[in-house]
């Protein structure tokens, strides 16, 4: 009898192990630091099933998921509509992030405006006692492409036009190595998401006098927001299992891992969705979206 049921057990182990399935994930090192790694362990934890993640960015994020290269894409922009390799993917948004200006941590600026962030951008602020800091240059560090997440978004909250051109002196093809480059430069100035930025040794710096706290991204009272997105081809194959994922995000127990991140989880901020739809048109209407 001890056999019989030792062989069964050792049936239904195979049994589980068999319909363990994994999922692909390509995408900004934003997304994944704001709530994909730790919302993949728990989700796996909870079902057996795993999660594959690499970076790339936004961009390769949403083709790779458009094309099933990778079953979902982790990214911080939307689609560009005039893209055939982005055509074919569905954004499910997951959560807000806020993009905030970092310094290193000895820099005494506490706070910037929008006007002054432009200019340095454009290359028209060059040093830091013009901000009340020291006298000393300022090092502009960017993302390179405008169609990457924090590019694409800087473009359209801090200059309403997707083709500014930055005067930068150090260009990153990631976030993460622009974070990386920033702790250990005092001089230097960047734009990331605050999820990211929180886990490294950086200051964020408030913009027009405002803190990116939860509450004040939540209701809109910081500036500088913007979804994150979990993008996926509907004809892929394991779009079930996609969509399992996606709830669980959704879920209570979620949305608890994404607040943990310092996000806000999507529906807790319906404010922000409405604010977002006329945004958007009114961009459109201006002829600034592609």
Request: proline share 3%.
């Amino acid at each position: 009898m001890v056999k019989i049921i030792l062989l069964s057990l050792g049936m239904l182990s195979i049994s589980v192990s068999a319909s363990a399935e994994e999922l692909k994930w390509v995408g900004c090192s934003i997304t994944k630091l704001a709530f994909m790694e730790d919302l993949a362990t728990a989700w796996s934890a909870k079902t057996g099933h795993t999660i594959v993640m690499n970076g790339g960015g936004a961009t390769k994020g949403i083709r790779h998921a458009a094309s099933t290269q990778a079953d979902m894409g982790g990214t911080c922009r939307y689609k560009l509509e005039s893209t055939t390799e982005e055509s074919k993917a569905y954004f499910e948004p997951i959560a807000w992030d806020a993009l905030v200006t970092i310094v290193h941590p000895d820099n005494p600026i506490t706070s910037i405006t929008k006007n002054q962030l432009r200019d340095i951008y454009l290359g028209k602020i060059k040093n830091w006692k013009e901000l009340n800091g020291r006298d000393q240059p300022i090092h502009v560090y960017a993302r390179e492409g405008k169609i990457t997440g924090v590019g694409y978004t800087m473009r359209k909250l801090l200059f309403a036009n997707y083709h500014q051109d930055f005067e930068a002196d150090k260009i990153f093809e990631d976030s993460g190595p622009l974070e990386k480059a920033l702790e250990t430069d005092p001089l230097a100035i960047g734009v990331t998401g605050i999820s990211s930025a929180k886990k490294r040794a950086l200051k964020i710096i408030d913009l027009e006098g405002r803190s990116p706290t939860y509450e004040n991204i939540r209701n809109g009272n910081y500036l500088f927001y913007r979804p994150l997105y979990i993008a996926y081809n509907e004809l892929n194959g394991k779009s079930k299992l996609i969509k399992d994922f996606v709830n669980f995000a959704h879920s209570p127990e979620g949305m608890a891992i994404i607040q943990a991140n310092g996000c806000v989880p999507y529906t807790e901020a319906l404010t922000l969705i409405s604010r977002q739809l006329r945004e958007d048109k009114a961009a459109r209407d201006m002829g600034l979206l592609r």
